[in-house]
């Protein structure tokens, strides 16, 4: 009896130390951004004089001017508009390439995987100076659609990495009930791969959409128009001239509204996001 | 195509129209956007291009040879060696950790703290330097007020303006971003070991440090080598972004790294060609890391 109730205590001081392990690591995790969100309602004084001191009031003023004195409206707008596009494309062009390159052995399927397996290590950063050359060579420099296809081609490789290793765990059944009921390969396509994929597609777009939400580099180099700046462009740009200005009230809340549609995103899609991982991860 | 009630699939037809509808528009945007750029990066870090576009001229392997006189760029590649000796480690270790407590915890709240770790992953690159630059600050960032807060503020400095700790400072960014990443990953793999492994270790008296290294790792091996590999080349590409946010590769140099210096050749100062030399260079040391590291997997693989 005694032996069970010291084993029982047992149990329970180590849950409550994992516990405050944990603890202890969220902190880590999410200090750092609420301080931001904490931050973003101080004024310039209170924050210079205790950067860790809860607000007095609200400053809801550090928000209108982070509206006001950058291009953050523009900005979110241009970002929402190249996400959407880039989703849009990838769609189109990578479910039904995934498909042929999985069922149908035609001559270069094998060849194509290869290569697209082997352009996941192809970063778009590493060939930055050729694209840029190509891209104003086209006269696509500053454009936001031609941005979106950036994206939408830098996320094939590791999108049909994902959704050819879908298809294969998909039974072939369907699809020749299909055939044999005189389904031609589109009305296959349309009527069975798409809605037995929905979950891998999703996960690709979830992705895609915060790879191509959050990515630097490339629109740093292809878009210089400050009106046509994505949004992590514009923010950096916002930091370079706050940081000497040290009006830094709005330079968090500007940093917070572009938090907002992350999180948004977040609650909405993490559980395609986490079972895209696991995904990729475990086929690799 | 009528239906041939034929048994044998491999005697139907191929749809040859459906097949190059689908498949041409994603090969041919690659072809434009990915191939031909890699090959245009190899054929330009051949020559001496410069943003002028004037007179190219084939030099062979100048910019190679040019490379490894070049002081800031061996700074940087000692910079990136020292990021990638010690993040990938680090970090998979550290999600390995996490990854086995959320498992082995059976916490009513698991989901709440795989969801907390894994948030910072998905915060823009950007806003992760920019607040993580204040939270290096001199005046106002936590890391000092909290040394100043517990008596030692003889270790209060400009970590982000001092030589000696702004390529850590980067490092510990990389990190705080990546390890809830990797995390999911290892815990989608830890869900499939059988709990029973476990409970017959913990019949044996084996404590969770001595299951972690003797249960979970090596089940783990393949995907730790995945995940490793991630690692390796997310070092050598987010590094970029952050010290290009945090610190601008500065003070003089201490916290560039192998991209962002390419970086500055090409679109500060122009040398396309020489920044191209860097890009190739980095990409072969990417490729023949993940290479390497997929044949140690394999190779202990086969030993037992």
Known sequence: ?284 | MKNRQNRQKKAQPLPILFICISVLPAVILTLMFTIWPTAQALYLSFTNATSLGLNNKFVALDNYIYMFHDKSFIQALINTAKLMAVVPVITIFCSLVLAFVLNQCKLKEMVLYRTLFYFPNIVSLTVVGIIWSFVFHPNVGIVNKILGAVGLESLQRSWLGDSKTALWCIAFTLLWQAAGYYMVMHIAAMDGISPEIYESATLDGASAWRKLISITMPLMKDIIGITFVLALSGTINLSFVLSQVMTGGGPNGASSVLLQYMYTQGFVNGNFGYAMAITVFTLAISVALSMLSRKLTDASEGGQ
């Open chain 1, 1 to 284: 009896m005694t032996q069970n109730e010291k084993s029982k205590i047992r149990a329970k001081v180590i849950k409550w130390v994992t516990r405050l392990f944990l603890i202890l690591v969220a902190i880590i995790m999410l200090y750092p951004l609420a301080w931001n969100v904490v931050s973003s309602f101080k004024t310039s004084t209170e924050f210079l004089t205790d950067p860790f001191a809860w607000p007095q009031g609200f400053a809801w003023d550090n928000y209108v001017r982070a509206y006001e004195k950058s291009n953050l409206a523009a900005n979110i707008g241009n970002s929402i508009y190249v996400v959407l596009e880039t989703l849009v494309i990838i769609v189109i062009c990578v479910v039904p390439c995934s498909y042929c390159l999985v069922r149908y052995k035609f001559p270069g399927a094998k060849l194509i995987l290869n290569i697209y397996m082997a352009a996941i290590f192809i970063q778009a950063t590493y060939i930055m100076i050729p694209l840029f050359l190509q891209m104003n060579k086209l006269n696509l420099l500053n454009s936001l659609t031609a941005l979106g296809v950036l994206y939408a081609t830098m996320q094939f490789p590791f999108a049909i990495f994902l959704l050819t290793g879908f298809l294969r765990s998909i039974p072939r059944d369907y699809e020749e009930a299909a055939m044999i009921d005189g389904c031609g390969p589109f009305r296959i396509l349309t009527s069975i791969i798409i809605p037995m994929c929905k979950p891998g597609i999703v996960t690709v777009c979830m992705i895609s959409a915060m790879a191509a939400w959050n990515e630097y580099p490339v629109a740093l180099v292809m878009v210089t128009d400050p009106t046509k700046a994505t949004l992590p462009v514009g923010l950096a740009n916002l930091y370079e001239i706050q940081r000497y200005a040290t009006d830094w009230g709005a330079l968090f809340a500007a940093l917070v509204l572009a938090l907002i549609p992350t999180v948004i995103l977040f609650i909405v899609g993490q559980k395609q996001l986490v079972q895209g991982l696991s995904v990729g991860g475990v086929k690799g």
